[in-house]
């Protein structure tokens, strides 16, 4: 897919770990601060999926390697995560372009005029 190529590694959520009530690990997810909800909703599918792909099917194995981290939901935020240039305008959260300074906004180079259709 174009669009998870130009967001690269810089789209996706980071996180922080903790230990929950009965002594197992627990990770929470932090958004990029630039990230709209749409293409975090769009990039959440995206996990769904692998997740549910190596999961083992009829004739198949399971695929090898460790199981991807169990993350629970947070309304942490990394306002420190820099964001990706040269993506369509509906993929950076609005209140975010409105804190750019011009020449932010100018090396962004958002795709004004092209929304990506999630």
């Not at 629970?72 to 975010?96: F, H, M, Q, R, T």
């Amino acid at each position: 897919n174009d669009l998870m190529q130009l967001v690269g590694s810089q789209g996706v959520s980071s996180d922080e770990s903790d230990t929950g009530l009965e002594g197992h690990k627990v990770y929470r997810k932090i958004s990029p601060a630039w990230r709209s909800e749409e293409l975090a909703d769009f990039m959440h599918s995206i996990d769904s999926l692998i997740i549910s792909n190596r999961r083992p099917r009829v004739g198949h194995r399971s695929i090898r390697g460790q199981e991807p981290r169990r993350r629970i939901p947070s309304s942490l935020v990394n306002e420190d995560a820099v964001a990706p240039p040269g993506l369509p305008l509906n993929c950076y959260k609005d209140s975010w372009l409105a804190c750019l300074l011009p020449s932010e906004r100018k090396k962004l180079d958002a795709r004004a005029n092209k929304r990506y259709n999630f």
